[in-house]
């Protein structure tokens, strides 16, 4: 075996075995609470598309569902191996393009539809990124919980530093934040590519309201 194939083999491997290692630190933190089990069990149903798969935790959950561990000293080591195995997951465009169609972004981000039990599976699923975010400056109802997108890429610039991040943010946020509150809309389908595509053309296009 040639000694480049060996060095991949190794990284591979040993990305595999932390992830093994994480993932049962992580349940390990998070006692077993019969209590809760049977609560979660009883206050949810399998409902339409909605299946009880999503109450089940992975790593990255476990870890933030304890506020007292994730900002204990120990917990700082694993946030960072979390936010390395999120990072890790995250593709890059397919076709190499980052920039989409700002209109359709819009779109997007005003649409909180897909993925709830009354839709369909073939419902197309919206971002709600107003929920909380202000990002257009004309539109009045928008949350507050994440931080103004108003003049985003007039603010901070459009150099491919700035679009990777922002491209890597959308895609899974807990890759710099491992608690972060925003949904990783890759990680978890919410959004396919062309979606994140246009949202990214709607916070970085210059000829974007956001950016006017």
């Given at each position: 075996?040639k000694?480049?194939q060996f060095?991949?083999?190794?990284?591979i491997?040993?990305?595999?075995?932390?992830a093994?290692v994480?993932?049962?630190?992580?349940f390990?933190q998070q006692k077993n609470?019969?209590k809760?089990?049977?609560m979660m069990q009883?206050?949810?149903?399998?409902?339409?598309?909605?299946?009880?798969d999503?109450?089940?935790?992975?790593?990255t959950?476990k870890f933030?569902?304890?506020?007292?561990f994730?900002?204990s000293?120990?917990?700082?080591a694993?946030r960072?191996?979390?936010?390395k195995?999120?990072?890790?997951?995250?593709?890059q465009?397919?076709?190499?393009?980052?920039?989409?169609d700002?209109?359709s972004g819009?779109?997007?981000?005003?649409?909180?539809?897909g993925a709830?039990?009354?839709?369909?599976?073939?419902?197309?699923?919206?971002?709600?990124?107003?929920n909380?975010h202000?990002?257009?400056?004309?539109?009045?109802s928008?949350?507050?919980?994440?931080?103004s997108?108003?003049?985003?890429g007039?603010?901070?610039g459009?150099?491919?530093?700035?679009?990777?991040?922002?491209?890597?943010r959308?895609?899974?946020?807990?890759?710099?934040?491992?608690?972060?509150?925003?949904p990783r809309?890759a990680h978890?389908?919410?959004l396919?590519?062309k979606?994140?595509?246009?949202v990214?053309a709607l916070?970085?296009?210059?000829?974007?309201?956001v950016?006017?």
């Open positions: 075996m000694t480049i060095k991949k083999l190794f990284a491997s040993g990305l595999a075995l932390t093994i994480f993932s049962a630190s992580a390990a609470d019969p809760f089990n049977k009883d206050s949810f149903k399998a409902e339409g598309i909605a299946g009880l999503r109450i089940e935790q992975d790593a959950q933030c569902s304890d506020p007292k994730a900002n000293k120990q917990g700082e694993m960072d191996k979390i936010q195995i999120n990072m890790d997951g995250i593709k465009p397919s076709d190499g393009k980052y920039i989409g700002w209109k819009e779109r997007i981000a005003q649409s909180g539809r709830t039990w009354t839709d369909s599976a073939d419902t197309v699923i919206g971002g709600g990124c107003y909380c202000q990002i257009d400056p004309k539109e009045i928008y949350g507050n919980i994440g931080p997108l108003s003049g985003y007039k603010l901070r459009y150099s491919q530093d700035v679009i990777k991040y922002t491209w890597n959308i895609n899974n946020s807990k890759a710099y934040n491992a608690c972060s509150n925003m809309f978890f389908k919410l396919n590519e979606q994140i595509q246009d990214m916070l970085l296009d210059p000829e974007s309201p950016n006017k």
